[in-house]
T-cell receptor, first 115, second 111 residues
Framework: DSGVTQTPKHLITATGQRVTLRCSPR?????VYWYQQSLDQGLQFLIQ???????AKGNILERFSAQQFPDLHSELNLSSLELGDSALYFC??????????????FGSGTQLSVL | KNEVEQSPQNLTAQEGEFITINCSYS?????LHWLQQHPGGGIVSLFM???GKKKHGRLIATINIQEKHSSLHITASHPRDSAVYIC?????????????FGKGTHLIIQP
């Protein structure tokens, strides 16, 4: 058990809809990273928050947004969903602000299916 | 943007064999991660290294910064080692701190 909790585990929705994925980091970790894993693109970095502030941005679409709350949990909001957004979404956490400094701890992922 | 190449893409071996998975990248990095993803989907971080060699149990990871290359070795392989192994790099010199990932190596260890 990594200590990182993601909910829900599975999400099935329709095109055009909006969903929210939730991540609770390990106790004490200040950084939350969001990743998307699809069959054709593999794993891609979306966005990172550190102690409530956006720290780094990767290949995140404008239709997607995220935030980190004072209790350090994070939410990834996906709107105007398209079929191509179907993927496994992971969050990871660490205690520091850079992925260069220590190992990351991954949640079990949210499988999103857009029909 | 860093290009991360892993080889082989697929590997099937017999229990007990010594396994090597390779990772090459194109741009200087500050750290390299090796990750393991089991069929259930969960990802576990095996190593983070920026130089030299690290060992944990039957797993050994090495990195050669000058050659921009890293290897993951598994000694005395076991069917429970069957998984996808993913190499990921964190670039040096600023920019996004998120990782750039390889496509993964699908490893199957047959009893």
């Amino acid at each position: 058990d990594s200590g990182v909790t993601q909910t829900p585990k599975h999400l099935i929705t329709a095109t055009g809809q909006r969903v929210t994925l939730r991540c609770s980091p390990r106790s004490g970790d200040l950084s939350v990273y969001w990743y998307q894993q699809s069959l054709d693109q593999g794993l891609q970095f979306l966005i990172q928050y550190y102690n409530g502030e956006e720290r780094a941005k990767g290949n995140i679409l404008e239709r997607f947004s995220a935030q980190q709350f004072p209790d350090l949990h994070s939410e990834l909001n996906l709107s105007s969903l398209e079929l191509g957004d179907s993927a496994l979404y992971f969050c990871a956490s660490s205690s520091r602000d850079r992925a260069t400094n220590e190992k990351l701890f991954f949640g079990s992922g949210t499988q999103l299916s857009v029909l | 943007k860093n290009e991360v190449e892993q080889s082989p893409q697929n590997l099937t071996a017999q229990e007990g064999e010594f396994i090597t998975i390779n990772c090459s990248y194109s741009v200087g990095i500050s750290a390299l991660h090796w990750l393991q993803q089991h069929p259930g989907g969960g990802i576990v971080s095996l190593f983070m290294l920026s130089s030299g060699k690290k060992k944990h149990g039957r797993l050994i990871a090495t990195i050669n910064i000058q050659e921009k290359h890293s290897s993951l070795h598994i000694t005395a392989s076991h069917p429970r080692d069957s998984a996808v192994y993913i190499c990921a790099v964190a670039e040096s010199g600023g920019g996004a701190d998120g990782l750039t990932f390889g496509k993964g190596t699908h490893l199957i260890i047959q009893p």
